[in-house]
């Protein structure tokens, strides 16, 4: 089983090669479970999976070229390390005595 989030979208479409890819909202999801990241259901809500298509490749598509995904801010926000985010990691300012 691979850790690394995939692709759920909510409609496809086949490129030049014959190969299906992700379109319209993407959703980052990890095999061997039913649900996206940000917490829907595959099915309930009507995803493709697309294990072939890694998210960070997702990531790079909607920055790079005019396709029509939209990705899931919620599933974004899940897989951006807080460091990239701008975050500061927390950290006890007065410690308990």
Avoid: I, K
Wanted: glycine content about 8%; proline content about 10%.
């Amino acid at each position: 089983m691979s850790t690394q989030p995939r692709v759920a979208a909510s409609s496809e479409q086949v490129d030049e090669d014959g190969v299906r890819q992700p379109s319209g909202d993407v959703h980052a999801w990890t095999p061997g479970s039913n649900q996206t990241l940000c917490g829907q259901a595959l099915s309930r809500s009507r995803l493709g999976r697309f294990p072939h298509v890694p998210w960070a490749d997702a990531v790079w598509l909607t920055r790079t070229a005019p396709a029509d995904l939209r990705l899931c801010p919620r599933c974004a926000a899940a897989t951006t390390p807080r460091a990239e985010r701008g975050g500061r990691r927390w950290r006890r300012v007065h410690p308990r005595p």
